[in-house]
């Protein structure tokens, strides 16, 4: 590679650093100068919440990821995007205006002030940490390709450098006014990858709107569920249930609805997440299709992660390439940073409160240095796994933590919002099953891929079994502990469930 | 059966007999203390009572108010009426009574209850219960034991009633903490009102809603705590009337991060640290004061900082003040850092950084969570 060829990418990734750091500081001076005093009065409307959402939630998955999907599997692929998106409309219906309510910042917050147990608390602070870890992993990933594929470096690079960036900035406690840096990386995302879709659908046009390939194969790609029967029924099914009710045990997302008003605020950001959201998942698939057209011996060469990044170039030359080229580069740069900085900023602050921040020895850091320690372990684990095994799909892992989440937090959340018998050892067995259960099936995947029939299917997509198995397990065990229900339930259930204008003694 | 050498392990391990002993006596106790400690109601007796029995081992044990029977534990169940009547005889005499079988007419064959113990219980010279011991018969050593345990659990229920108190005038300061907004504030406020009234009517009506609004809030009864956002806003109303008064002499700087806004604080945690800005600030020089406040998103906490550039303070004075020395004119500070600790536990105290001649700083701190802290 040519150092004009890597040109547009350094410029994009400098850019959006730079913007990056420029806004933290303009979002901080536009609140300092300021001598109107109704800021302090002025909470985060909705529609900029739901922007940052956006910006922390559309990781190098969607952005990478889904194209390469859909390049190589064709239609039955859809469905990320789709579960992606609709899973904010089971968070909407179910989850987001209790979960606010309750005041809780994180999941194991909302699980103490549930059920009063700090064995429950414990067991949520585990997850939290091993889901954002399998979520990081493939952020990490996304940037060595990103890099190797912009600039030419070596796999490795990626992962370190937006390693080390994520780290000095949580860690510096920069990225101050974070609401306003994740909302402007949506928007620069939306626009990374709208704008050359256009350009690239235009051009499309003008060749004369070519199909996809051979007829046979074009049949393949396009129909769902054509070439893997059973299996692939099962695989679908696995998908939506781990997508639908994954989202809302992400760590990094949930943190985010605290910061909304009340309970109608919180509904009313996931309304707005849903819009911003279906709008951008129109994007990706675009590419896949194109990528079908123009793009085909990627497919067969497997790098089909990088589709996005390269598609510009194969359909046009010039200079025109090249600024589209720079522009995806950026939005592929913004993504892992958003997301790898949230995921950090949540795996921290809950190492920090549960493990770095006890007294070890007689000693103990202080509230910083545990969580500058936090943030050092959140990096590392996952960048020296992305470091060492560069090879799994970015959608798939991504997929895992998506599973993971649905095993654990959603029968805790539903359960939790919507069960008064709910115990604290139901809770507990419920978590170590489905955690146990998909985190096995996600190590496996992991550390062998490769075709095995109907039990390599399984592994690799385990919500299917594993979200029933951990909702039923904690209804029984919940049943069988009966005596356990936590005596303030009933208050807390009124607190949950009454919206915040009705005047009641929540006491 | 247990091989030779792991039983001497295991003694050397555990201790002599007598310490085992000891030991288990403790733990006993200590199973029972806690629900001691919240005083004696139905609910921490019938809590305490098993460990309590075990203390002595004795067939059935009651424990009761100056009426009736809270708990029984153990058999004789259909003694648990007569328990009350026993109450009210050593209420009478006040010391540990022994009852025979006279006193417990039983029709049950059988039944291990033929005598009872009683011995009251008391907090701060008052009985307020008492300990009954049921056995087939009574002997001195027990009858020792039993009004060794009342005693002990006297101890327990004299605990709970500090902490009772304790909790009680941190209620009756945070109403004093209401009702002292100063009278000085209310006449200048009043007063600089006035005068806009014939210059600039529409500013006058303007401070005089932001004054009842400021009064309202004040004055509120219900809740322990409330947000970051409605705790800023009456700050935001006190300024305005302050400005009012001061005009250019008082300058104030907000920055304040959105996200922190819905958090729960302790009510009129805030508005104290700025009163005392304002004061030390137009203290200073003749050039007036500058305040500021900022409050920050640290991840899981919430960092707010009340900063005023006018005299400072003695850094001894001011630690007197947070010890609760009430003597300095620092409203409240010792207050609002007794609800802080109080709320979120012994790390979230007041921070006062300050000297004399270098303005000061107070910095709070308060989790974005905390069981049972909540609006």
């Known amino acids: 590679m040519s150092a004009g060829d890597a040109a547009p990418g350094i410029v994009a990734i400098v850019l959006v650093t730079l913007a990056t750091l420029l806004i933290g500081t303009w979002g901080l001076r536009f609140s300092r100068t300021t001598s109107d005093f109704l800021v302090a009065s002025r909470t985060v409307a909705p529609r900029l919440n739901a922007s940052a959402i956006g910006g922390e939630y559309l990781s190098a998955a969607s952005f990478l990821g889904v194209a390469g999907l859909v390049l190589t599997f064709g239609a039955d692929m859809l469905w990320y995007p789709i579960g992606w998106t609709a899973g904010y409309l089971v968070l909407l219906v179910l989850v987001a205006a209790p979960l606010r309510r309750s005041g809780a910042y994180t999941l194991p917050d909302f699980a103490?002030?549930?059920?009063?147990?700090?064995?429950v608390r414990a067991v949520c602070s585990l997850l939290v940490v091993a889901i954002g870890w399998l979520y990081l992993l493939p952020q990490f990933q996304g940037a060595g390709l990103t890099l190797r594929s912009a600039i030419g470096a070596p796999t490795w690079v990626g992962p370190v450098i937006v390693g080390l960036v994520v780290l000095v900035n949580t860690a510096s406690g920069g990225m101050r006014s974070i609401t306003f840096v994740q909302a402007f990386q949506y928007w620069?995302?939306?626009?990374?990858?709208?704008?050359?879709?256009?350009?690239?659908?235009?051009?499309?046009?003008?060749?004369?709107?070519?199909?996809t390939g051979s007829a046979g194969a074009a049949?393949?790609?396009?129909?769902?569920?054509?070439?893997?029967?059973?299996?692939?029924?099962?695989?679908?099914?696995?998908?939506?249930?781990?997508?639908?009710?994954?989202?809302?045990?992400?760590?990094?997302?949930?943190?985010?609805?605290?910061?909304?008003?009340?309970?109608?605020?919180?509904?009313?950001?996931?309304?707005?997440?849903?819009?911003?959201?279906?709008?951008?998942?129109?994007?990706?698939?675009?590419?896949?299709a194109l990528g079908r057209v123009y793009a085909a011996e990627l497919a067969a060469s497997g790098r089909t992660d990088v589709l996005v990044l390269e598609l510009p170039r194969l359909m046009v030359g010039g200079i025109t390439g090249d600024v589209l080229t720079g522009l995806v580069t950026a939005g592929a740069f913004a993504a892992f940073l958003s997301t790898s900085s949230g995921l950090v900023i949540a795996v921290a602050g809950v190492l920090s409160q549960d493990v770095t921040g006890r007294a070890f020895g007689g000693r103990r850091l202080d509230g910083i240095t545990a969580f500058r320690v936090g943030a050092v372990l959140a990096v590392l684990l996952p960048c020296l796994v992305a470091v060492s095994a560069p090879h799994v799909g970015v959608a798939k892992t991504v997929g895992l933590a998506f599973a993971v989440a649905a095993s654990t937090f959603c029968p805790l959340l539903l359960l939790g919002i919507w069960w008064r018998r709910l115990t604290d050892a139901g809770a507990v067995a419920g978590l170590a099953v489905g955690g146990l259960g998909s985190g096995v099936a996600a190590g496996i995947t992991l550390a062998w891929s490769g075709d095995?029939?109907?039990?390599?299917?399984?592994?690799?997509?385990?919500?299917?079994?594993?979200?029933?198995?951990?909702?039923?397990?904690?209804?029984?065990?919940?049943?069988?502990?009966?005596?356990?229900v936590p005596p303030h339930t009933g208050r807390f259930m009124v607190r949950l469930h009454t919206p915040e204008t009705l005047e009641l003694g929540r006491g | 059966m247990s091989p030779l050498w792991w039983r001497q392990r295991r003694r050397t391990h555990l201790g002599s007999e007598a310490e085992r002993a000891t030991f288990r006596t403790l733990h006993t106790?200590?199973?029972?203390?806690?629900?001691?400690?919240?005083?004696?109601?139905?609910?921490?007796?019938?809590?305490?009572?098993?460990?309590?029995?075990?203390?002595?081992?004795?067939?059935?044990?009651?424990?009761?108010?100056?009426?009736?029977?809270?708990?029984?534990?153990?058999?004789?169940?259909?003694?648990?009426?007569a328990a009350g009547r026993l109450a009210a005889l050593t209420l009478d005499r006040g010391g540990t009574r022994v009852f025979d079988r006279d006193d417990l007419p039983c029709a049950v064959a059988g039944c291990p209850v033929r005598s009872a113990i009683a011995s009251p219980l008391l907090v701060e010279e008052r009985i307020v219960g008492t300990l009954q011991v049921f056995t087939p018969s009574p002997t001195a050593g027990l009858a020792r034991a039993s009004d060794e345990v009342a005693r002990w659990i006297s101890g327990q229920l004299e605990l709970a009633e500090l902490d009772a108190s304790r909790t009680r005038l941190m209620e009756a300061e945070v109403r004093a903490l209401r009702a002292q907004i100063s009278p000085h504030f209310i006449y200048n406020s009043l007063g600089a009102i006035a005068s806009f009234v014939r210059t600039d009517p529409d500013r006058a009506r303007e401070l005089l809603l932001e004054f009842a609004d400021f009064t309202r809030y004040s004055f509120r009864r219900h809740g322990e705590y409330t947000t970051l956002a409605e705790e800023l806003r009456s700050v935001e109303r006190y300024l305005l009337l302050e400005q009012a008064r001061f005009g250019d002499r008082l300058r104030v700087m907000l920055s304040i991060a959105p996200e922190v806004l819905p958090v729960a604080v302790p009510f009129l945690c805030i508005q104290p640290l700025v009163e005392n800005a304002v004061r030390h600030g137009l203290e200073a020089a003749e050039g007036g004061g500058r305040i500021r406040i900022v409050a920050l998103d640290r991840g899981?906490?919430?960092?707010?900082?009340?900063?005023?550039d006018g005299a400072g303070e003695d850094p001894e004075k001011v630690r007197r003040a947070l010890a609760g020395d009430t003597e300095l004119d620092s409203v409240g500070l010792g207050n609002v850092d007794a609800r802080l600790r109080n709320a979120f536990g012994d790390d979230y105290g007041l921070v006062v950084e300050t000297a004399p001649g270098a303005g000061t700083k107070v910095v709070v701190r308060v989790p974005k969570f905390a069981a049972g802290v909540h609006t």
């Open chain 1, 188 to 211: 620069l995302k939306l626009t990374a990858l709208l704008i050359p879709a256009a350009v690239l659908v235009a051009i499309w046009l003008g060749d004369g709107s070519p199909g």
């Open chain 1, 112 to 119: 103490e002030a549930r059920l009063g147990s700090r064995a």
């Open chain 1, 452 to 484: 095995h029939g109907w039990a390599g299917v399984l592994v690799e997509q385990p919500a299917a079994w594993s979200v029933p198995l951990a909702l039923t397990t904690m209804v029984v065990v919940s049943l069988m502990t009966a005596r356990r």
């Open chain 1, 219 to 288: 049949g393949d790609w396009s129909v769902p569920l054509a070439p893997a029967g059973g299996q692939g029924l099962y695989v679908t099914y696995s998908l939506i249930l781990a997508t639908f009710l994954g989202t809302m045990g992400l760590p990094h997302v949930v943190v985010r609805f605290y910061t909304n008003p009340d309970g109608a605020g919180a509904r009313r950001t996931t309304l707005v997440v849903l819009a911003l959201l279906g709008a951008f998942y129109l994007l990706p698939p675009i590419y896949g």
């Open chain 2, 29 to 81: 106790a200590s199973l029972a203390a806690p629900s001691l400690r919240s005083g004696l109601t139905r609910e921490s007796a019938e809590r305490s009572i098993r460990h309590l029995r075990a203390l002595l081992g004795t067939p059935a044990m009651a424990l009761t108010d100056t009426e009736t029977a809270l708990a029984w534990d153990g058999t004789g169940q259909h003694h648990a009426p």
């Open chain 2, 300 to 308: 899981q906490e919430c960092v707010i900082e009340v900063e005023d």
